[in-house]
């Protein structure tokens, strides 16, 4: 299904609870592009550059906090910024992702306030969240980013859209949804997210949908994860520890105000003029696909695209989502 409204764009892709693609006719130029995680192709401007297994932990001070934070792929141009889901850090994002960003641009994950490997104390509430990572930004003396929020990193990239208009460029929205969202019905979600170790058995059923081929997604999606922690390990480099019950229940609870509604419903999301781009699975049961359409009725930036797909629960940043990648998220972030 495709729909339009001013220059909306919406597919709906169906093997992933979260992604599977019918192409935009404006994206059917360019093809699927695979990346192995082992190797990677010398950067044509210059020297070899630095990919997930290869990239070194940095740390950068701004205010009381001393971030974590780790930088690949090509040094010139405008940075794409992760900021991951519930409870993770800069290692549970998919290395097959993040290397074939790294092929075009700067790439660069990092671990928010309390987060991880990063110093202070997790805050609780999205708006907090989103000046911490204003505040990373500035450190970096970045005065441009593009950004890709997935589930509640999707909130704070709203967030700091919102707050901090002149630092983002492009905005990537991915899994996620508006302050007032609806909120989800499936009383599986809670306790399973709420387990102490999130491994392959909660991903698959957070995130794949039961198809054959939403498992067989889910499956690739950890074996390619663990074979990328292991070449870091074997060159001497950090994982990122788990994440503190401080801020598993920080950021529990930023959910639960993110849901709260303040003054009219959705009308902040008319304030973002950035070229958006929304990608949700076409059955997401963690954060309710019908979210995505709403977002794309209430930005009114001339350049918004709306993105479901299939074989996910959630649209997760994994395999994919490589494919959408190819297909309409690299025409959509290189543009200038």
Do not use: C
């Amino acid at each position: 299904m495709t729909i339009s409204r001013h220059s909306i764009n919406v597919a709906v892709l169906d093997d992933y609870q979260g992604i599977a693609l019918r192409i935009t006719d404006w994206s059917k130029a360019h093809s699927t592009r695979e990346v192995e995680m082992t190797k990677f192709a010398p950067n044509k401007a210059g020297p070899t550059i630095d990919i997930y297994a290869t990239a070194i932990t940095h740390y950068v001070q701004a205010g009381g906090t001393r971030y974590a934070y780790r930088r690949m792929g090509r040094e010139s141009g405008v940075p794409l910024i992760f900021m991951q889901n519930f409870r993770q850090g800069m290692d549970n994002i998919d290395p097959l992702l993040l290397d074939g960003f790294a092929e075009d641009r700067p790439v660069i994950i990092f671990d928010n306030t309390g987060v991880a490997r990063s110093s202070g104390e997790t805050p609780d509430t999205v708006e907090a969240m989103a000046d911490h990572v204003a505040a990373f930004v500035s450190a970096l003396e970045l005065p441009q980013v593009d950004v890709l929020g997935f589930s509640i990193g999707g909130y704070t990239a709203i967030a700091l859209t919102l707050r901090h208009p002149r630092l983002v460029r492009r905005l990537m929205l991915v899994g996620t949804a508006p302050r007032g969202q609806q909120p989800r019905t499936d009383p599986r979600v809670d306790e399973i997210a709420g387990r102490p170790v999130l491994g392959l058995e909660e991903h698959l059923l957070l995130v794949f949908s039961p198809s054959d081929a939403g498992q067989a997604a889910g499956h690739s999606f950890w074996s390619r994860q663990q074979a990328a922690w292991e070449q870091r390990r074997q060159r001497g480099l950090e994982l990122d520890p788990p994440t503190s019950q401080q801020t598993a229940k920080a950021q529990y609870a930023a959910i639960l105000e993110w849901r709260q509604i303040k003054g009219e419903r959705f009308a902040e999301l008319k304030a973002i003029k950035q070229p958006t781009l929304v990608v949700n699975g076409s059955n997401d049961i963690m954060v309710p696909t019908v979210n995505s359409w709403i977002m794309s009725q209430h930005i009114l930036s001339p350049e918004v695209q709306v993105t479901h797909t299939p074989s996910l629960v959630m649209s997760h940043l994994h395999m994919p989502m490589v494919r959408l990648q190819a297909q309409i998220v690299m025409p959509f972030i290189m543009t200038q």
